[in-house]
């Protein structure tokens, strides 16, 4: 019962996919998605053996909401194939202490990727991979990386990049409180973000009222023509849209019969509707004693 045996399944499936690849030949081959071949003697945990297996499939184990473990895949698809979608919308309205850190690193040029290499009567072999711009003639800035259990080139090559990517685009850290009773998320999921503080998406406020297409809202915007929106309901439903504003009333292109007061409404005062908000993956919730969560996104 502490099992999350579902997501286990839909796991070790997604591994077992096929994925095509072109040999040093130039034909077209195929392998497992993800395939670990090692011999394993050990005094370490558990808990380790398995997380350093997950980090080769680009997974690591989570507690679910039901406060079981679970598997969770750092993909844009679920492990049943869907795609995600945010889970909640976090604006100034609904949050507070917000933080942001950003690592300015010189970022290497290449990654030496190790792996046991069957061809080399399995001793350690090497691929090397390279940034977008970057190749052997002009890389200056080097660094090797290991593998766990991987004994396939080509799934190294596509570990080195997912390593090398993840430092490209993931080098800005937002953190923030919430109340807990409002949070519905967890590791790995992914949330709309609007806020003042770094210059995200439009401007926030909560509604106050609904009359049809007619939104009474907490906040004077003015009159804006064709603005974008995101609203969050109170049954965790985010949609978004155009609509125009005069001053605290939003009018929105569509009319929905699930808008309460106290919900949140993003409006965009700018021409990019995609600028309304923006969207992140949370990377850690710490509960606190004081019935509030801090989130690192």
Not at 203 to 224: C, D, M, R, W
Not at 241 to 268: Q, W
């Amino acid at each position: 019962t502490q099992i999350d045996f579902k997501t286990f399944k839909l796991f070790a499936d997604h591994c077992n996919q096929s994925v095509s690849y072109l040999d040093k030949y130039g034909e077209t081959q195929s392998r497992y998605r993800y395939q670990i071949s090692s011999i394993i003697a050990s005094q370490a945990p558990i808990i380790e053996t398995v997380n350093n297996i997950l980090s080769m499939c680009r997974a690591q184990l989570i507690l679910n909401q039901q406060g079981q473990v679970s598997v969770m895949l750092d993909s844009d698809k679920n492990l049943d194939g869907s795609r995600k979608v945010a889970r909640q919308l976090f604006t100034s309205q609904n949050s507070w202490n917000f933080s942001a850190t950003r690592n300015f690193v010189d970022l290497p040029h290449s990654f030496t990727v190790m792996f046991t290499d069957p061809e080399l009567g399995y001793q350690q072999g090497n691929y090397e991979v390279f940034r977008p711009g970057y190749n052997e003639r002009n890389s200056t800035i080097f660094e090797d990386i290991a593998t766990f259990g991987v004994t396939h080139w080509h799934q190294a090559a596509q570990w080195g990049m997912y390593q090398l990517a993840q430092g490209v685009m993931r080098s800005e850290i937002f953190t923030l409180n919430v109340d807990v009773e409002n949070l519905v998320v967890q590791r790995g999921d992914i949330i709309e973000l609007q806020h003042e503080a770094p210059l995200i998406g439009g401007t926030s406020a909560v509604i106050v009222s609904q009359q049809f297409k007619s939104l009474a809202i907490s906040e004077e915007f003015g009159i804006i023509n064709d603005a974008g929106y995101t609203v969050r309901c109170n049954n965790g439903d985010i949609f978004n849209g155009t609509c125009d504003v005069v001053g605290n009333i939003v009018t929105l292109d569509i009319e929905r019969d699930d808008i309460e007061p106290g919900d949140i409404i993003v409006v965009g005062t700018r021409d990019s509707k995609n600028a309304v908000t923006t969207k992140y993956i949370i990377s850690e919730v710490r509960p606190k004693a004081d019935l509030t969560a801090e989130l690192t996104m």
